[in-house]
């Protein structure tokens, strides 16, 4: 009862309690006992680095009711360490003015000194603990940086350190005020770092956790923070789509995990997305939902390209079961937490950065030219035996065969302009901190026409800290509109049209679709194809924290989301050939999406120290809520084109509706025990409900055990390897589960059919459910080391993991006799396995004050393994999945040339039965993932000049530009299909070699059946590795001394540049999207100025 | 001063227990069904519901051509027997015809095994969600219950036939169902039976013949004990369908087929647009330019007796290419906007047929002849005479059916196993090919690889 009173009695007293009487009496004790006597009895708690109490003797103090000052004064006496007390809290440290103290001449006083301290960016510090190292009085700075310390005197030394700041000494002489900079620590190994439902610092963590600064975000001119993190993270990949703005990317952390319902069909093992403590609605599904696509692809839109990066402060990404076991089912596939900007303690900064640059395509094949592409068609009908005819050769006989169109360069040529202007005020007192800030963004595409994406941000993040600071309430907002004109078709689909096509225009100024024979696509059309999307999102989070006793806080996170999009998609029928849809009328489709999610987290914290030791406990619950609302309409039968945005206008609208529910809740306890700063451990348990699964098979358990061994703070490390600065040991093992199955998969559902029976509907069952089924088990196992040297300037650091997924949702086939071929989903014992090394080399270097450089090498080497698949030979998966192998191997026929009479591709009979057949000629034909990946990051800075560069590096085997041409349906020779001029490499009568087989029209069944064969071997996989300078950015800031004339604080200048080249043997198109007929990646450069006043 | 820290555990306790009661997962994970689709315990919640579903039923049962209950019933028999064969090759429908089936024929498992279980899948679930309804009013329930009940009778008959032994699914839990043994023939037909009765039960005379009504269920209960030997069984139920009056022949051939004939019992309406009746649809060309896909088979041709009408009518002969093809002409329209021609399941003179050979083999050859010759006047045949033996009756019926019935739901290739006159009749008509094995269809493989419990028929392992 005597400790509830203590601390009612502390919330009145302000910062300064030094009228606490202690008593305390111990003898020959480690002065760390008393200090945690000091701790347990007391407000006070103390700051010191092990390693100045490591030859701290043992002490005695005997003080009875008695100050905090006598108590000290008795522990410290002789032990070379002196201390300083703000507010509540006691640094120690080591008293380096004992030997000097005497020296100093006591006369001279002048009184107060005062002065300023500020940060680098010559923002204010405040909470800087000052402490004058002869007569050991100290301060603390104020909101507005300034001190004042009474009693100095001159020549005395005096002592500036702040958490994350190198200390500072600064030798009085008589000039007052005076200016100091703080320098931010080199070392980040004490950076906080974001955990689930906590925080904890990159050299205590057990688990595996990477944090992208804002430093690396800053520097890159990408609008998608998911295009930020490509590259960066060991063990993550990511990959985009497409290069028009708002395209999607595929991520993947720690390999494929999941073999997902649909054979054949991997299924898309997403990270879990939590922003500012809110789950992402859409997760990383598109928020694409018109009916007819747009240009972006079947993979639709990027719901990230509603996040503004530069709203965003950080990124941690989560990886292994301790990591990722608070998160319970959800966490599967690893966690990716996003924090956005806060305010810091400081006057009002304004922030303005303004940049614009432009892109344009990089890679592309070059295409036949005219003389090239007629050559191919004669050969072609000539190899064929056929006669040019007006059918079979339109573009021979009725065309101008001397006509030339680029269409490469007309299509998919242009340059995309792109623009950034960003505004922020930040700012606050000890007691409230402020971040508003808002980004309008506008990007063009290389396609001709007015086709643009703006999106418009803003963002507001609030602190607020009670005096006691017992209460925290930080409040986060973000709001963004995005408008994204597009068109309905990737025009890099039809840059194969025949360099001879006439001209797309006719004399009347409208499309030209002659010559009737020749249903020909006018790419102009199009481009009056538009797709329209407005897509509004809105994230808003309430932490709320207040410690109830000493040690004890409860925490709550309250968090929205809403996501809404409202799409068109239209197609005017002046778009349309009228020689292949006789009176083209017009189309227009719509498409609505509303998404909500909202989740409440009670959580409570508790800490207690023992000794060298701290236990901190944490319990908390989830209640998560998410709907989906999807209505699309398709509208047709208008009186005219111009009415195609009017749905009310439509002679005939058909809708479809979908509406679906998810919900989740979970508790979860996570107890982390820390001796010494030298022994963690870190267990974490969680028991979660999720409606995706049937009725009692909801609830689930997860748990994961984590445990750190920081031997660098052992003594006997210590004296033997004094070059070791950090050495951390760390292991965990865990489970998590995967709910990523989709909603309802366990219920028997009906559906309208679109026929009726006379007249009336009837509703049909489509999908036979295992009621039965439940989450996938991921089992997660890790090791790691990391090592620091020379101080910590050279960091190292090796995981090993291990994922293996078990109990596994596949399609399950049934007999016929059930009434369908499979439930839609049940758990397989099949395992899948994921192991992998994650390497990382980071180092920083600097040297002197004017020249810094900081490195980082990663790798990552991923291995997938099918370790089992009970009954595979008679599932669904026989043909496609082969134990002991990674899931992504093909398995095809083995491409052994081009017959040099015959001209077509011939393959290895492997049975020697004479044909080439299914299944057993058919082998592994090669594994279409990925063999090792990583990325170079460098940061060279020479006073205001910094380079920083980073280059992304991937040994991939993929399918080649050869597989598009062959698959698409017109192979080399194919009427009004244009083809790369590399496939001029075939098969002629003349020389009988070539790399391609003979060129054909497509009537010859021989040829034909080769290339459906050649679609299904090795001839179509080609080594897809690249080596891709990611970013650089070059910027000059300009020095301090300059601006102090100005009103400005801070002034950069820059210029940055994304996937400025690539070096790779792919042939055609860009080795990361792969498909010759989507946009490949840009290349952007933008250059802009950062200005803050 | 020592820490007190029952203070702490007293907090730290009330904080859990409101976490907890916060939580209640259970509750906070349930969610509603998603709305643009129905689960089960939904479907059956009130009458127009559950009309939905029946329909849902005959939809797809009527949603694929060449497919059991559509068409692929009355082909793939046809082509197993004398009635037709294709006029261009096809690899797999030649496998019917020269009776060198396949268990991986895509056409046995597909378009009439797989069908045919879809559709008692449905039929299934119907029936245990009417029963289980709260919601239904007791007159739809019956009715629809008798509906399906009539339906999955019709699915096992067809089943029980082409493939001899089958698995009888009665319910719809897929675990058990997916481990099921093949049901002697003798049970499944016990089962039609049961359903029959049950159907005649629940069902009412509805005028409408475009769903299955008592007289339908009566008609196909006649077949049923036909095919059983049930005589008298058979000609009590007979009798009761052909004197209730409620249909008549047609005198004019040509409109036997058409969607208002007065002699049929019950038919199903085509769903597709522009589709009538799938045999129209698989039988005639699209084309006069057009060889027909499937001509009549000699034998048959040479069955018809000099002046019988159905051959004029019912038989459609076109000079093409040097050759004649005579193809199937019953139903007359390949495709048409609004349809005339539904797919007839039961037809009047099919059951005068029933009571002929039930009669016979009880020895009434006066009765027998009396219904044969109906069927004989109508075809503008001379009446056959009442003074021959029971076997020549007998086979006068055998005779009638054929041409009565022929390219109908496969009544001619059921008639031959029945009568076990196929290998007399087939053995020396397709030669070497034929075994007495092919009077079965084979398990589809795929089955025998999911199913373990499954065997295969004899010739086909």
């Known amino acids: ?1093 | 001063m020592l820490v007190n820290g029952s203070g702490v555990v007293k907090h730290v306790t009330i904080g859990l227990m409101l976490l907890m009661a916060a939580t209640g997962c259970k509750k906070l994970v349930e969610v509603n069904p998603p709305d643009d689709q129905l689960v089960e315990g939904t479907v059956f919640l009130n009458d127009s519901s559950a009309q939905s579903a029946v329909n849902g039923v005959y939809i797809k049962i009527m949603s694929n051509s060449k497919y059991f209950l559509n068409g692929g019933t009355s082909l793939y028999p046809g082509l197993s027997a004398d009635e037709v064969i294709r006029s261009s090759t096809s690899p797999g429908e030649d496998q019917f015809s020269s009776n060198t089936l396949t268990a991986i024929n895509q056409s046995v498992y597909v378009n009439l095994w797989k069908a045919a279980y879809s559709y008692i899948y449905q039929c299934n679930i119907c029936i245990t969600g009417l029963a289980k309804s709260t919601g239904v009013s007791d007159e739809v329930k019956n009715r629809l219950t008798g509906e399906v009940q009539f339906v999955r009778a019709l699915c096992y008959f067809y089943l029980v036939n082409l493939y001899g032994d089958v698995p009888l699914v009665l319910s719809t839990n897929a675990d058990v169902n997916a481990v099921l043994p093949r049901s002697a023939a003798a049970n499944v037909y016990t089962q039609i039976e049961a359903d029959l009765q049950s159907a005649i039960a629940l069902l009412t005379n509805d005028p409408a013949n475009t769903t299955p009504t008592r007289l339908a269920a009566q008609a196909l209960l006649a077949r049923i004990y036909l095919y059983e030997g049930e005589w008298s069984q058979a000609e009590t139920y007979a009798s009761i369908v052909i004197n209730d009056g409620k249909y008549k022949l047609q005198n004019d051939l040509n409109t036997v087929f058409k969607s208002n004939s007065t002699e049929t019992i019950f038919q199903w309406a085509p769903v597709l647009p522009n589709v009538n009746a799938p045999e129209g649809n698989i039988f005639i060309p699209p084309s006069a330019a057009a060889r027909p896909v499937y001509k009549i088979c000699t034998v048959l041709m040479n069955a018809f007796e000099t002046g019988d009408l159905r051959k004029s009518s019912w038989i459609k002969t076109v000079p093409l290419g040097g050759q004649t093809y005579s193809y199937p002409y019953k139903y007359k329209v390949y495709n048409s906007l609004s349809p005339t021609e539904y797919n007839i399941v039961l037809r009047l003179a099919e059951q005068y047929l029933i009571r002929a050979e039930a009669r016979a083999n009880q020895g009434d050859i006066a009765g027998a002849v009396a219904d044969i010759n109906v069927i004989r006047t109508r075809a503008g045949l001379p009446p056959v005479s009442s003074a021959v033996s029971k076997d020549q009756c007998l086979l006068a019926v055998e005779q009638e059916r054929r041409i009565e019935l022929f390219s109908e739901w496969g009544h001619r290739w059921f008639d031959l196993k029945r009568t076990n006159r196929a290998d007399a009749v087939l053995g020396p008509l397709k030669g070497t090919n034929w075994q007495s094995a092919d009077k079965l269809y084979p398990i589809p493989q795929s089955e025998l690889e999911t199913d373990v419990h499954l065997d295969q028929n004899p010739g086909y392992e």
């Not at chain 1, 006369?107 to 301290?117: D, K, L, Q, R, Y």
């Not at chain 1, 063009?444 to 005096?467: E, I, M």
């Not at chain 1, 041409?965 to 009004?976: D, K």
């Open chain 1, 1 to 1093: 009862m005597a400790k509830v009173l203590f601390a009612i009695c502390l919330v009145a007293v302000p910062v300064f309690v030094q009228a606490q009487h202690i008593t305390i009496s111990v003898d020959n004790v480690p002065l760390k006992r008393v200090m945690k006597l000091v701790e347990g009895h007391s407000q006070y708690v103390f700051a010191y680095r092990t390693e100045y109490l490591q030859h701290a003797g043992h002490v005695s103090v005997h003080v009875k009711n008695g100050s905090i000052d006598q108590i000290m004064k008795q522990a410290l006496k002789g032990s070379g360490l002196n201390y300083l007390i703000v507010g509540n809290m006691i640094t120690v440290r080591p008293d380096t003015t004992a030997a000097t103290a005497t020296a100093i001449s006591r006369n001279t006083a002048i009184a107060p000194f005062e002065g300023h301290v500020m940060n680098d960016a010559g923002l204010p510090l405040s909470g800087v603990s000052v402490l004058d190292n002869n007569s050991l009085n100290g301060t603390v700075t104020k909101d507005d940086g300034s001190f004042a310390l009474r009693g100095v005197q001159s020549k005395t030394v005096l002592t500036f350190s702040s958490v994350g700041y190198e200390p500072s000494l600064l030798e009085v002489k008589d000039k007052t005020p005076v200016t100091v900079r703080l320098k931010p620590l080199l070392r980040d190994l004490d950076e906080t770092v974001v955990i689930g439902y906590g925080k904890t610092s990159k050299r205590l963590t057990t688990g595996s956790v990477y944090k992208l600064s804002q430093a690396e975000i800053a520097s890159q001119p990408v609008s998608n923070p998911l295009g930020i993190l490509e590259g960066r993270v060991p063990g993550l990949l990511i990959t985009q789509s497409n290069g028009l703005p708002g395209s999607t990317y595929k991520i993947q952390l720690r390999g494929q995990s999941s073999i997902g319902i649909v054979p054949g069909q991997l299924p898309p093992n997403d990270p879990l997305f939590i922003i500012d403590g809110v789950p992402y609605a859409p997760n990383n599904n598109s928020v694409q939902t018109v009916p007819s696509g747009s240009a972006l692809g079947q993979s639709g839109r990027s719901p990230f390209s509603l996040i503004n990066p530069a709203d965003i402060d950080h990124i941690e990404v989560l990886k292994d079961a301790d990591a990722t076991a608070i998160y319970g089912s959800r966490g599967a596939n690893g966690v990716v937490l996003i924090t956005t900007k806060r305010g810091k303690v400081g006057p009002p900064v304004f922030n303005l950065n303004i940049n614009s640059g432009f892109s344009n395509i990089t890679r592309y094949p070059d295409m036949m030219n005219t003389q090239q592409y007629v050559k191919m068609r004669r050969e072609a009908l000539d190899n064929d035996g056929l006669t040019p005819n007006n059918t079979n050769a339109a573009d021979l006989l009725l065309w101008d065969t001397t006509r030339y169109t680029d269409f490469r360069k007309l299509l998919i040529g242009g340059k995309a302009m792109t623009s950034n202007v960003q505004l922020s005020m930040a700012g606050g007192s000890n007691r409230f901190q402020y971040y508003l800030g808002t980004t309008y963004h506008y990007e063009t595409t290389v396609f001709p026409g007015d086709l643009s994406n703006k999106r418009l941000a803003a963002h507001f993040n609030g602190h607020y800290q009670s005096k006691d600071s017992s209460l925290n309430i930080t409040t986060s907002i973000i709001y963004t509109g995005d408008n994204n004109k597009s068109i309905l078709k990737d025009l890099t689909s039809v840059v194969n049209l025949p360099p001879n096509a006439p001209d797309l225009y006719d004399a009347a100024g409208k499309f030209n679709w002659q010559p009737q024979d020749v249903a020909i696509i006018n790419p102009m059309a199009l481009l009056q194809q538009a797709y329209d999307a407005k897509t509004t999102n809105m994230l808003g989070n309430v932490d709320l924290s207040y410690r109830i006793l000493k040690g004890l806080i409860f925490k709550t996170s309250l968090g929205y989301n809403r996501v809404q999009s409202d799409e068109i998609g239209l197609v005017p029928g002046s778009t349309l050939n009228p020689y292949t849809t006789p009176d083209p009328t017009g189309t227009s489709y719509f498409g609505k999406m509303v998404l909500h999610s909202w989740i409440v987290e009670p959580q409570l914290e508790y800490t207690r120290y023992f000794g060298k030791g701290k236990i901190t406990a944490l319990v908390g619950s989830t209640v998560q809520m998410q709907t989906s609302n999807i209505t699309t309409t398709t509208a047709t039968d208008f009186a005219s084109d111009d009415l195609l945005r009017n749905r009310g206008d439509a002679g005939k609208l058909s809708t479809e509706e979908l509406n679906t529910e998810y919900k989740y809740g979970g508790v979860f306890a996570r107890l982390t025990g820390n001796y010494h700063d030298t022994y963690i451990l870190n267990l974490t348990g969680r028991a979660d409900g999720s409606s995706r699964f049937g009725p009692g098979k909801q609830v689930g358990n997860f748990w994961a055990a984590g445990a750190g061994w920081i031997f660098s703070n052992e003594p006997f490390i210590k004296e033997n390897i004094p070059l070791l600065s950090y050495g951390k040991l760390r292991g965990s093992y865990g489970i998590t589960g995967n709910d990523q199955i989709g909603d309802y998969k366990y219920l028997d559902q009906w559906q309208r059919v679109s026929y009726n029976y006379l007249g009336s509907s009837g509703i049909v069952p489509i999908q036979l459910a295992d009621s039965n089924y439940s989450w996938e088990v991921n089992r997660k196992l890790e090791v790691a080391a990391d090592l620091g040297v020379l101080k910590d300037h050279l960091l190292l650091s090796v995981a090993w993991y291990r994922n293996r997924t078990g109990n596994q949702l596949i399609a399950y086939t049934l007999p016929a006799i059930t009434g369908f071929n499979k439930y839609a989903a049940k758990n397989s014992p099949a395992l899948v396995e994921n192991t992998g090394w994650e390497i990382m080399l980071q180092t920083k270097n600097k040297p002197n004050r004017n020249f810094q450089w900081n490195g980082m090498v990663s790798a990552t080497i991923p291995r997938n393994k099918l370790l089992s698949f009970p009954n595979l030979n008679n599932s669904t998966y026989a043909g496609l999945l082969v134990p002991g192998q990674s899931l992504s191997v093909s398995k095809g026929l083995t491409y052994t040339g081009v017959d040099p009479i015959t001209g077509l591709f011939t393959f290895q009979d492997k049975d020697k039965n004479g044909t080439i057949s299914y299944p057993d000629d058919y082998r592994i034909i090669g594994n279409l993932g990925l063999k090792w990946y990583g990325g170079i990051q460098s940061d060279l800075q020479y006073k205001g000049w910094r380079l920083s560069l980073f280059v992304e590096y991937r040994n991939q085997k993929a399918y080649s530009y050869l597989y598009t041409i062959y698959n698409n349906g017109t192979p080399p020779g194919t009427i009004l299909a244009n083809q790369p001029a590399m496939v001029l490499d075939r098969w002629q009568k003349t020389n009988h070699e070539g790399a391609l087989q003979q060129f054909s029209t497509g009537v010859k069944d021989s040829v034909n059946a080769a290339i459906s064969r050649f679609t299904q071997s090795n001839g179509i996989i080609d080594d897809a590795s690249f080596w891709r300078l990611r970013t650089i950015e070059f910027s000059y800031s300009v020095p301090c001394g300059w601006l102090r004339k100005t009103c400005m604080k801070r002034s950069r200048v820059y210029i940055q540049a994304q996937n400025l080249f690539t070096l790779t043997r792919y042939k055609g198109i860009d080795p990361e999207t792969q498909n010759i007929l989507a946009l490949p990646p840009l290349r952007t450069i933008a250059a802009g100025v950062d200005i803050s006043f």
